[in-house]
């Protein structure tokens, strides 16, 4: 069988099952049991497949029929324009939270702290992008820190990225110039209308905190003056309905010149809080 005769074959399968890209992921997925890049996918789509790459490839898409997200199946998440390794113990990266990234990169930095670094995505691709910086990624999920040190070393950022066990600020006794976060914001209401991609296969401590969605905010933004150089900035993640409400507990906690950041779907993403210099 060729290349493009399983591709056809994968994603009928998939488009029956009702997934919603059914074409991307079977490309994705072959692309992988052929051990090459998806953007080279299409000059091997002639090639006889191996009996190796038939299987693999067979059990690539058993494995999407269960809802298992690609990104799993593969073992890796395109973000910020580097691959990074994904397990079940961390929350997979999103397009939007480049956002996030973005964000952080108008200014200079030269120390930066993660909170809930998860996969370590936003942490590396901040210090990829600022040379002269420095960070530490905290989680509280041991798994999820060996999955950031791994992207750190392959990524090449590892000297300069330290990744701890933390419970948000517990352990965090430094002061930075930019704090960052994509803290877990889902409402006890809104997990159960989540795709079974998601619900069934991310970590739930990293998608919601319960209630209104809004406790990580609550403990960040009560926490994060401490931790803040006099003039520092602080940007957080949000869900789209969220910016008011952060905004405003920002505020709360005396952070100055709040304001809300869109995604390219033009919908509320990020809030960004600066630290008050002192004028006495």
């Known amino acids: 069988m060729t290349g493009n005769e399983a591709l056809r074959a994968a994603v009928a399968v998939l488009k029956s099952a009702g ?3 059914p ?7 072959l692309a992988h049991s052929l051990d090459i890049l998806p953007d080279r996918l299409t000059l091997h789509l002639q090639d006889m497949l191996t009996k190796e790459q038939q299987q693999q490839f067979d059990g690539a898409i058993a494995a999407r029929l269960t809802r298992q997200p690609v990104s799993q199946i593969i073992g890796k998440r395109l973000f910020w324009g580097q691959w990074f390794k ?3 113990d961390t929350l997979d990266p999103r397009p939007e939270t480049e956002t996030l990234v973005q964000a952080a990169l108008e200014r200079p930095f030269v120390k930066i702290l993660d909170l809930g670094t998860g996969t370590g995505c936003i942490l590396i691709s901040c210090l990829r992008g600022m040379p002269m910086a420095m960070g530490v990624g905290v989680d509280v999920s041991e798994p999820a820190l060996a999955v950031a040190r791994t992207n750190a070393q392959v990524l090449g950022v590892a000297t300069r990225a330290k990744f701890v066990a933390s419970d948000w600020f517990s352990t965090i006794q430094d002061r930075f110039d930019l704090i960052v976060a994509n803290p877990p914001y889902i409402t006890s209401d809104e997990m159960a209308l989540l795709s079974p991609d998601v619900l069934n296969w991310e970590p739930h401590l990293a998608l919601t905190p319960g209630g209104d969605g809004l406790d990580s905010y609550r403990i960040i933004t009560a926490g994060a003056g401490a931790r803040l150089l006099a003039g520092g900035r602080i940007a957080l993640e949000i869900g789209p309905t969220q910016g008011v409400s952060v905004a405003t507990l920002l505020r709360q906690a005396g952070f100055v010149d709040v304001t809300i950041v869109k995604d390219m ?4 993403r990020v809030v960004i809080g600066h630290k008050a210099i002192a004028t006495d």
Do not use: E, F
């Not at 779907?265 to 509320?268: F, H, L, Q, S, V």
């Open 19 to 21: 997934l919603d890209d």
């Open 265 to 268: 779907d033009n919908r509320d």
């Open 86 to 88: 994904v397990t079940q």
């Open 23 to 29: 074409s991307r992921d079977s490309r994705l997925l």
